[in-house]
């Protein structure tokens, strides 16, 4: 299958291509490298097993150009970062809605066979319930959740409109190997690096927000399993491991597996954060048989062992 991923150079992207090459897919990514990284992808490169665009989805017309041939498009670039959002508002909902309308209106006068959109569990905010099914109300909290929930909707609006193939995927909390340790997002990685220089975990508020944590192979195994089954499409799914922990606990079970007695520091809560995330995957696993391979402490070990061989610029792949 010839597949496009847009973002593919990022955290969650260029693991996905590695995936879909072993799996003897054809890979296109298309990255503008304000999130990606190319060492992230560089042996895919070297040994010719993707085909990397440098480009940005608002571009209509490299869209056009480059999906000629293209049998599904995972779309996953983005301007991810919370905080960005709330400084730069209009750029992130151009990006990350007006560049998902851009696919979106070219899908719909091409033949794609599917179409996975990613999108996140930021577009409910703050759990009503104690876990978070798909059919949980869409609060957004902050302007990133909310140009995602914008573009979540236009995908189920042209589902509805259109009778397209797009699947929505909604991923909890990642985490693991080549996440940058930079904005909202990253707080695994950011406490690892802290912890392994013994320095204290730094958390924003009073640490009681909770989160729901998925290893980076099981948010790779979700989206393979939306590309292999029919009974996906046209659908919207919640990916995440079902257990909630809070942020202090969560820097303490890291210094902890780090060998590392730091206590956390509290500094100012952030504006638009959410405060409490749980996945209901009941969805995921009986549609899909969807099931997290790693628990929290499993995955949080692996990544620390990546670190501890791997510092983040100076890792080498392949």
């Known amino acids: 299958m010839n597949i496009l991923i847009t973002g593919g150079a990022g955290f969650i992207g260029s693991h996905l ?3 879909l090459v072993k799996s003897g897919h054809r890979v296109t990514i298309l990255d503008d490298f304000s999130n990606g990284d190319l060492r992230n992808v560089w042996d895919l490169i070297r040994e010719k097993k993707v085909k990397l665009i440098k480009g940005d989805i608002r571009d209509e017309k490299l869209l056009s150009d480059i999906t000629h041939g293209i049998d599904t498009i995972f779309h996953l670039a983005a301007q991810i970062h919370v905080d960005k959002s709330v400084l730069e508002p209009k750029m992130t909902f151009d990006v990350n809605t007006i560049g998902t309308l851009n696919i979106l ?7 794609f066979e599917k179409i996975i959109y990613a999108s996140t569990s930021e577009v409910y905010g703050t759990a009503l319930t104690e876990k978070i099914d798909e059919n949980h109300p869409l609060n957004p909290q902050s302007p990133y959740g909310a140009s995602k929930a914008a573009a979540d909707r236009l995908c189920y609006a042209y589902i509805q409109t259109y009778g397209m193939n797009i699947t929505i995927a ?6 693991g190997p080549f996440q940058k340790d930079t904005g909202y997002g990253a707080v695994i990685s950011l406490f690892i690096k802290r912890a392994l ?5 730094i958390i924003y508020g009073p640490g009681n927000q909770t989160r ?3 290893y980076i192979d099981d948010a790779v195994k979700a989206y393979e399993l939306i590309l292999e089954s029919k009974k996906a499409n046209g659908d919207v799914f919640n990916f995440g491991s079902g257990v909630e922990i809070s942020i202090t606990e969560l820097a303490n079970l890291i210094t902890k597996l ?4 730091l206590s956390p520091v509290h500094v100012e809560k952030r504006p638009g ?5 749980c996945a ?3 969805k995921s696993q009986k549609v899909l048989g969807f099931k997290p391979g790693f628990t929290l402490e499993q995955g949080i070990k692996t990544y620390i062992d990546w670190f501890r061989k791997y510092k983040f610029d100076e890792w080498k792949m392949g």
Request: aromatic letters at 8%.
């Open 105 to 111: 209106d070219l899908a719909a006068k091409r033949d």
């Open 17 to 19: 291509a590695r995936s």
């Open 273 to 277: 954060e959410v405060m409490r995330l």
């Open 170 to 175: 909604r991923n909890f909390n990642t985490y």
């Open 197 to 201: 220089s013994d320095k204290p975990p």
């Open 258 to 261: 780090c060998g590392k007695n």
């Open 212 to 214: 729901d944590f998925m």
């Open 280 to 282: 209901d995957t009941t």
